[in-house]
């Protein structure tokens, strides 16, 4: 069974940090893709940061330079920076997970993260 966990979330004013942790069991995690994910209320989902199995990057555009996603392999773990928060970074982060032969995904239930102007 897989499971997703996501954890650090929380409220931080305009201009501080957080770091999101995301550990997933249940998958062979060296060979998953990985990905964070946001959604704002009243808003689709939107793609913030992935990171394949061999540790190649993207971070969407409006968070480049501010948001990095990393990943240890030895915890199971994938990590999202994030600097320089905005108002309208708040959201809740999901974790995504890529991986088997099917390439199934799987989520997390999310980390609400707020930043106050």
């Known amino acids: 069974q897989v499971q997703v966990v996501e954890s650090g979330g929380g409220l931080v004013q305009a201009g501080g940090s957080l770091r999101l942790s995301c550990v997933a069991s249940?998958?062979?995690?060296?060979?998953?893709?990985m990905g964070w994910y946001r959604q704002a209320p009243g808003k689709q989902r939107e793609l913030v940061a992935f990171?394949?199995?061999?540790?190649?990057?993207n971070v969407a555009g409006s968070m480049k330079g501010r948001f990095a996603i990393s990943r240890d392999n030895t915890k199971n773990s994938v990590y999202l920076q994030m600097i320089s928060l905005k108002p309208e970074d708040t959201a809740v982060y999901y974790c995504?997970?890529?991986?088997?032969?099917?390439?199934?995904?799987?989520w997390g239930q999310g980390t609400q993260v707020t930043v106050s102007s």
């Open positions: 249940g998958i062979i995690f060296g060979r998953a893709d």
């Open positions: 990171i394949d199995s061999g540790g190649n990057t």
């Open positions: 995504n997970v890529r991986s088997g032969i099917s390439y199934s995904e799987y």
